[in-house]
């Protein structure tokens, strides 16, 4: 499946997205620090405290490999991603050894249904059309056995935000919401609000699991 977005983040846009987030984890850290006053690593930790070190886990848009260097630094180490641009991909694959990582789209995960223990999305889902979101929600709840967790922009309703210019690239609505209301078999585990220190922006990292059948 092709979508306009797909074409805007494999190309030259996408490639300039990977070149301005080419940071250190220390960087990566500091960032989250100055935005909500907590590390990705501490969020980490909170959400993932109960996940086993051996769980399969797949990363959906890995980009450079940012969050998967810091699940290996945890003690992960049965992990996988995909990608759509290939020049993040080169990078990532330079980054992290021993870890499965495939160009492919959140539409057409290339993995059997319920292979991972843990599917997850960090800045993703907010750069796909609405329209095209069921197609990517379905895939990646296709291809858990227990958990989808996600750190994503949070708002009550969609909301198009401009991004560098051209529209149809980014929005943010209620994806915990979503993801219930199109699945009966998930529930919420784990929903923490993210409010930005300088401004009313708030992001929502959040961890469901499908429920067990009785």
């Keep these: ?14 490639r300039e997205y990977t070149d301005r987030n080419s940071v250190s984890l220390q ?34 848009g890995c980009n450079r490999g940012n ?9 992960f180490r049965n992990l996988y991603g995909i990608e759509v641009q290939k020049y993040a991909l080169e990078q990532a694959r330079s980054r992290l050894k021993d ?15 319920r292979y991972f223990d843990l599917v997850f999305t960090s800045g ?23 958990y989808i967790w996600g750190h994503e922009y949070h708002a009550p309703e969609l909301t198009e935000i401009n991004y560098r210019g051209p529209r149809g690239l980014l929005w943010k609505t209620n994806y915990v919401g979503l993801y219930l209301k199109q ?14 220190r300088e401004d009313a922006n708030v992001d929502c990292m959040f961890l469901l699991r499908k429920k067990f059948k009785t």
């Design 27 to 60: 960087e990566l850290d500091s960032l989250y620090e100055g935005y909500y006053g907590v590390t990705r690593s501490q969020l980490n930790e909170r959400f993932l405290a109960e996940i086993p070190p051996d769980a399969r886990i797949l990363e959906v």
């Design 183 to 196: 699945f009966d078999d998930l529930e919420l585990q784990q929903q923490e609000f993210l409010p930005y």
């Design 99 to 113: 870890v499965q990582l495939t160009l492919a789209t959140a539409f057409e995960i290339p993995y059997a249904d």
């Design 1 to 14: 499946m092709k979508t306009a977005q797909i074409d805007r983040w494999a190309g030259d846009f996408g």
């Design 124 to 146: 993703v889902l907010i750069h796909i059309a609405p329209g095209d979101l069921p197609k990517a929600l379905a895939e990646i709840h296709r291809c858990t056995n227990s």
């Design 67 to 75: 969050q998967l260097v810091l699940l290996q630094q945890m003690g």
